[in-house]
């Protein structure tokens, strides 16, 4: 289907019709997503500072996962499809994926913070409890 020249920042798409080769930069790679979020969750005084860390890493695998699916859409697209459908499956329907996954994660975090919170706070209160658990079976 693919094969990844990671040294490179390359994909080569195999198909029927026309190969494609493409590039992977810093634009494709999620990072400017990943530091616009961490930038707002670090900066917004919605949270204390362990939630800031929380949510900073469930955000950039989150982000890191998105662009996954959006690469692995494109190179499904351009394989079983053609070359032609290149521009189409990186920049509609691989765009449009990556950035309603991305709306999703805004919207739990920043809209629905109540929530959020609430989310933290049971995965603070498992931690706790393993803790305790294994305090006790080891004390």
């Keep these: 289907m693919s094969t990844v020249m990671g040294r490179y920042g390359l994909v080569?798409?195999?198909?029927?019709t026309v190969p494609v080769t493409m590039?992977?930069?810093?634009?494709c790679s999620g990072v400017i997503e990943t530091t616009a979020f961490i930038s707002l969750v670090v900066f917004l005084p919605m949270y204390n500072g362990f939630e800031r860390i929380f949510f900073s890493i469930v955000g950039t695998v989150w982000i890191y996962l998105a662009n996954i699916i959006r690469?692995?859409?494109?190179?499904?697209?351009v394989h079983f499809g053609s070359g032609d459908l290149f521009f189409l499956a990186h920049s509609i329907v691989g765009r449009l994926i990556f950035y309603i996954l991305v709306i999703i994660l805004y919207y739990?975090?920043?809209?629905?913070s109540q929530l959020s919170q609430g989310l933290y706070r049971s995965f603070r209160n498992r931690v706790r409890r393993l803790k305790q658990r294994f305090k006790?079976?080891?004390g």
Excluded: A, C, R
């Design 108 to 112: 739990e975090v920043f809209t629905y």
């Design 71 to 77: 690469l692995m859409s494109v190179i499904t697209i």
């Design 23 to 27: 590039t992977i930069d810093y634009e």
């Design 136 to 138: 006790v079976t080891k």
């Design 12 to 16: 080569s798409i195999t198909n029927s």
